[in-house]
């Protein structure tokens, strides 16, 4: 059965998610934007009110919500702030690996923490040398008995400032690519770990984003995520599971940027007549709305998916890259709308445009969505259709009189380059139309495998 309507609590949720957004996101995003920090009380409310960290399995005593509850939330907190549902949504991120990992004790022990005090946990793959190519990983773990020493440094790490514990990449041979990635769980307060400085963005402002260097951290044999050889797998496992997000960021933030426009065409006034009577600008608006549903409709697939034991890697990079380049699409023509106007502080259309940006860069660029999409479109996916050169067409004769086995004149021999067909009992010595030699000619009766 294929129904698009959420159930009785999922709406509830998204009320929930909504009224949150509107009474403790939306009045704060422009403050804590302009002095580029990351609003804590916020995040502890989300706790609170519990709407973050909402995929702790029941059993260490969270909610146990699905992807579909967490994308829901995320667009509503999205369309009041991005940044803020960055850093809200990063606990899910943080906590993935553990959630997917087999580390029951270490569940127990973390997932309950979370699940029961404001606890922050952030993830990181990324280094001030590396992001896309996460087997290039050059964060060192040496094992020292049954543990692990932890030296280097990762780069770009959302929440990292503020956080209590860390889903951290490294490798124990940075020359043996994936086959050396091992994943870690990494308390703030342990000796050796230092936190760099807030790095300064263009948007996501109210988002927090440091460094963390690692220097002879010592991380007991316990608090091991991934063996060498996992980690690799484990973080694209978790990938898959929280790109749909991104495109839930992408869905709120885009909604608002629309819902502002439409707001702005109904008022503003030009040539006599409000700008709403223009045309060009109702395409425009139309166009903003398909994009908005067209978005959440493949990151709810994705999401569900995701919930329902089918790998969503495929969806989850589609509704990544198609969300957040077409919310980019919707917050500029948002701007156009607004005019002089859009392009001030003043108006919260320009703080989307800087925010949305980001969206095609964390979780894997749009290039690496692609990278991801194309490979399965071009290597696993079964085609439906035969090989051009099996295709039944024919112009010149009656399909059902070709490959009479009794006629060797309607024997059909199709030229692979040109796709001309030429009937008789053999190929012609050469194609009439690309000139091409009778070895270029295949019998349409043989099929390809
Ligand atoms: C604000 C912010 C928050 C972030 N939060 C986190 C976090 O919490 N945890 C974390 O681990 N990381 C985080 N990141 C890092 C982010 O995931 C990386 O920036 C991203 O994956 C891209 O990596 P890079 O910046 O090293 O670019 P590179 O990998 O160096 O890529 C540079 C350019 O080359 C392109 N490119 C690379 N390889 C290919 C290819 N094979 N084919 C075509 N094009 C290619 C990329 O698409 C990009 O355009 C964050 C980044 C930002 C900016």
């Not at 939330?73 to 949504?89: K, L, N």
């Amino acid at each position: 059965m294929l129904d698009f309507r959420l159930t009785d609590e999922q709406m509830e949720l998204q009320q929930k998610a909504r009224k949150f957004a509107l009474e403790h996101v939306l009045p704060v995003a422009a403050y804590y934007d302009e002095v580029d920090e990351v609003p804590l009380e916020v995040l502890r409310a989300a706790y609170e009110q519990g709407i973050s960290s909402t995929d702790i399995p029941k059993k260490y005593g969270g909610k146990g919500y699905g992807a579909i509850e967490g994308v829901i939330v995320t667009e509503e907190i999205a369309a009041a702030c991005p940044g803020i549902a960055t850093s809200v949504f990063d606990n899910s991120l943080g906590m993935e690996p553990l959630i997917l990992s087999d580390k029951e004790p270490l569940k127990e022990k973390y997932l309950s923490r979370i699940a029961n005090e404001f606890k922050l946990m952030s993830f990181a793959t990324s280094e001030p040398f590396m992001g896309s190519d996460v087997s290039g990983i050059r964060c060192k773990a040496t094992p020292d008995g049954e543990d692990y020493i932890l030296n280097g440094t990762k780069y770009w790490v959302t929440n990292g400032g503020i956080a209590d514990y860390y889903s951290i990449f490294a490798t124990t041979d940075p020359e043996s690519q994936h086959k050396g990635i091992c994943a870690f769980l990494v308390e703030r307060d342990w000796d050796g770990v230092s936190v760099g400085k807030t790095i300064p963005k263009m948007g996501q402002r109210c988002s927090n984003t440091v460094g963390i260097h690692f220097d002879n951290v010592r991380v007991p044999k316990e608090n091991v995520l991934a063996e060498p050889g996992q980690g690799f797998y484990l973080a694209m496992k978790t990938f898959s599971r929280t790109r749909p997000a991104i495109g839930a960021f992408s869905v709120g933030a885009a909604r608002s940027a629309m819902e502002y426009a439409i707001d702005y065409v109904k008022k503003r006034r030009a040539f006599g007549t409000k700008i709403a009577n223009f045309q060009g600008l109702q395409f425009k608006i139309a166009e903003m709305y398909q994009k908005v549903e067209t978005s959440r409709l493949l990151t709810w697939k994705a999401a569900w998916e995701a919930d329902n034991g089918i790998d969503p890697t495929i969806n989850a990079s589609i509704a990544k890259f198609y969300a957040s380049e077409t919310a980019l699409e919707v917050a500029n023509e948002a701007l156009q709308i607004f005019g002089g106007y859009g392009y001030t502080k003043m108006f919260p259309v320009e703080k989307l445009l800087r925010d949305i940006r980001l969206f095609r860069i964390y979780e894997g660029t749009s290039e690496i969505q692609r990278m991801i999409v194309s490979g399965y479109a071009m290597n696993s996916y079964n085609p439906v259709m035969p090989h051009l050169e099996d295709l039944p067409l024919h112009f010149d004769k009656e399909p059902e009189t070709v490959n009479q086995s009794d006629s060797p004149e309607t024997t059909a021999w199709r030229c692979r380059m040109c796709g001309y067909v030429h009937y008789g009992e053999a190929p012609p010595e050469q194609c009439p139309f690309c000139f091409m030699p009778k070895t270029a000619f295949k019998n349409t009766a043989e099929k390809t495998e």
